[in-house]
């Protein structure tokens, strides 16, 4: 017996609204995954799920640009599967906020 997993964005992702929208929150990230800076293939996330927040679904505020990985470890947390580190994600964030301030640098130079 196979079951089959419910997506419950599959209605707003498979919309004429999403394209225009999604590649909006693409450039408003930098077209790069707003937890670790990866550029390359992006998915775009809704941070507060579908399901139990569908009047967010097209709310720019409620979306952000993912990377694959990313985005699996968030859903994979927001259903029970595991749990985040601590120790793990103050190390991603200061990852992320010295390349950020690196970028600035050679942005100002």
Aim: aromatic share 4%; net charge positive.
């Amino acid at each position: 017996m196979v079951v089959k997993h419910h997506r419950h964005s599959d209605k707003v992702t498979r919309s004429r609204r999403w394209k225009g929208l999604r590649l909006e929150v693409l450039r408003r990230d930098g077209f790069a995954c707003v937890m670790c800076g990866a550029r390359g293939r992006l998915e775009v996330d809704h941070i507060k799920p579908v399901r139990s927040h569908p009047e967010l679904s097209f709310d720019l505020g409620n979306l952000q640009a993912l990377c694959p990985s990313c985005h699996t470890r968030k859903t994979r947390v927001e259903i029970g599967l595991g749990r985040e580190d601590p120790a793990r994600e103050a190390w991603k964030k200061l990852v992320r906020e010295t390349g950020r301030h690196e970028h600035e640098r050679k942005s100002d130079a």
